[in-house]
């Protein structure tokens, strides 16, 4: 069994499990006949854009909400987010009857700015970026004592998002390839942690955009660092992924990808065209990473690949897909 020492276990995934059961959507896996005939594998998607909030994030704040104290409840809860995660914390605090503040930037999407209010949430976005919004988060953690509900580099938001990789086992059992898309790394370390703890010799493999490869470079310098985080694919855009989340993936043996602007367009145009799934650019990284060639499979490999939201504005998938009508 694959292990992480005390930071993370298949224990602790299998305890979250436990914990947020019947409180979230058990979402599907889907078959693509085309894309397995196009990479010469079997290819599935493991669908958590119809998750509660649409996307993953819920699991694993569910999980962290479950293991606060009273008074660590009493004082809020705090976070900052590009969206996901906002609206996973907005709507978890609603249903524990808790107070959230979730801290974004100026330039995030107006529509999971919205969309986090609408759960319950306070937004702050007096920060003009992501670099400036982390800074401003520690201000308003020092200012209110507020009780922080980090979006990746806790381990107890890290076994929440591993149950996405114990679901997918159960569906497909023999699987051998698991893609993962990587902003902060919350939720490949998390299911690295599951698949490998179930199937030490299957492949992990994380998916980034070249404009925002955070875990690719934290792997290679064996520890978080900061980078440009520019991707067109904001629900990817960590500045640098958790220190946790490096190791945890260094332990694992996560491999790392990189995808290209256009790749993840012409991911996310398959996704809608072929797949009929209305995902996020972020959600479409794993299929454009199959389409790209980049992943190097054996013949009839089963390969489970994660879509991970679906939060996207009608306005932004309209251009994306109408762009290619235009080129």
Not at 93 to 122: C, F, H, N
Not at 213 to 219: I, S
Request: net charge negative; with cysteine; glycine share 10%.
């Amino acid at each position: 069994m694959a292990t992480t020492g005390s930071l993370l276990s298949l224990d602790d995934v299998y305890r979250a499990r436990e914990r947020i059961a019947g409180r979230l959507h058990r979402t599907p896996m889907l078959p693509s006949r085309t894309l397995s005939e196009q990479v010469g594998a079997d290819v599935h998607f493991k669908a958590e854009l119809f998750q509660r909030t649409g996307s993953f994030k819920p699991r694993g704040v569910l999980n962290k909400l479950s293991q606060l104290t009273d008074e660590e409840k009493q004082r809020g809860l705090i976070s900052i987010s590009a969206g996901n995660h906002a609206q996973a914390l907005a709507y978890a605090a609603s249903l524990e009857g808790l107070d959230a503040l979730v801290v974004m930037w100026q330039t995030a999407s107006p529509m999971k700015i919205a969309a986090a209010r609408g759960y319950g949430a306070t937004v702050d976005t007096e920060a003009p970026e992501k670099i400036e919004a982390f800074e401003r988060l520690d201000e308003l953690i020092a200012e209110t004592g507020r009780t922080l509900v980090h979006p990746y580099n806790d381990p107890l938001v890290m076994a929440g998002q591993g149950t996405v990789g114990l679901e997918l086992l159960e569906d497909v059992p023999d699987a051998e390839v698991v893609l993962v898309q990587v902003g902060g790394g919350g939720l490949v370390s998390g299911i690295a942690t599951a698949v490998k703890g179930v199937r030490a010799d299957a492949r992990v493999i994380a998916i980034e955009p070249e404009r925002s490869p955070a875990l690719h470079e934290g792997l290679k310098a064996g520890h978080a660092v900061t980078v440009e985080a520019e991707s067109l694919a904001d629900g990817l855009n960590g500045p640098y992924a958790g220190e946790n989340c490096v190791a945890v993936c260094s332990a694992l043996g996560v491999e790392s990808v990189l995808v290209t602007e256009d790749e993840l367009l012409a991911g996310f145009r398959f996704m809608y065209g072929r797949m009929k799934l209305a995902c996020e650019l972020a959600g479409a990284a794993t299929a454009a990473a199959l389409l790209a060639g980049r992943i190097e499979l054996e013949p009839e490999q089963k390969v489970a690949a994660v879509v991970s939201g679906g939060n996207v504005a009608a306005k932004t998938a309209a251009a994306i897909l109408t762009s290619e009508d235009e080129a």
